[in-house]
């Protein structure tokens, strides 16, 4: 168990919805990385917050949305899903900038 | 240029081998390296991080980094079918905001 908890665990929703991810962080750790992952492709990064301050962004769509908390965890918003959002969601935290990262077992999204 | 290369395998390999896996990266600033190993539609796993040039151990597995070539390898000792799985190696680039994947490589260690 890495301490990273990530809910829910599955997700079906329809095309067009708007669904929310929530990431829980290792106790006191800072940062938190979102990360997709489709079937048979590598990790893709989405976006990065340090103490609820948005840090770096990678490929993430305008339709995805994130932000994190004052108690640090954070939440993934996806929203007008498309068929091609179906994917695994990961979310990582590391305690500060360039330390060990340790990954949640992910969100499993399905848009029908 | 992919900011970090990773040869996709398969690799198959049979139990007791020592295994190899190797990542290349493009920009000699990167200065953390972590390797993970996922298991199928699982979260990856750390399995090993290290900043600095040479090796480093942690049971079977031995982490290497040579900064001069930029090319960093993972060793597997006496691999087990157990250790099948996809192995990403992960730099952190852009002052540790942004971890960036290989795109892993998968191994399969046969009886």
């Known amino acids: 168990d890495s301490g990273v908890t990530q809910t829910p665990k599955h997700l079906i929703t329809a095309t067009g919805q708007r669904v929310t991810l929530r990431c829980s962080p290792r106790?006191?750790?800072?940062?938190v990385y979102w990360y997709q992952q489709s079937l048979d492709q590598g990790l893709q990064f989405l976006i990065q917050?340090?103490?609820?301050?948005?840090?770096a962004k990678g490929n993430i769509l305008e339709r995805f949305s994130a932000q994190q908390f004052p108690d640090l965890h954070s939440e993934l918003n996806l929203s007008s899903l498309e068929l091609g959002d179906s994917a695994l969601y990961f979310c990582a935290s590391s305690s500060t900038l360039n330390t060990e990262a340790f990954f949640g077992q992910g969100t499993r999204l399905t848009v029908v | 240029q992919k900011e970090v290369e990773q040869d996709p395998g398969p690799l198959s390999v049979p139990e007791g081998a020592i295994v190899s896996l190797n990542c290349t990266y493009s920009?000699?600033?990167?200065?953390?390296f972590m390797w993970y190993r996922q298991y199928s539609r699982k979260g990856p796993e750390l399995l090993m991080y290290?900043?600095?040039?040479g090796n480093k151990e942690d049971g079977r597995f031995t982490a290497q980094v040579d900064k001069s070539s930029k090319y960093i390898s993972l060793f597997i000792r006496d691999s087990q079918p157990s250790d099948s799985a996809t192995y990403l190696c992960a730099i952190f680039t852009g002052g540790g905001n942004k971890l960036t994947f290989g795109t892993g490589t998968q191994l399969k260690v046969e009886l």
């Open positions: 106790s006191g750790d800072l940062s």
């Open positions: 920009n000699s600033a990167f200065q953390y």
């Open positions: 917050y340090y103490n609820g301050e948005e840090r």
């Open positions: 290290t900043y600095s040039s």
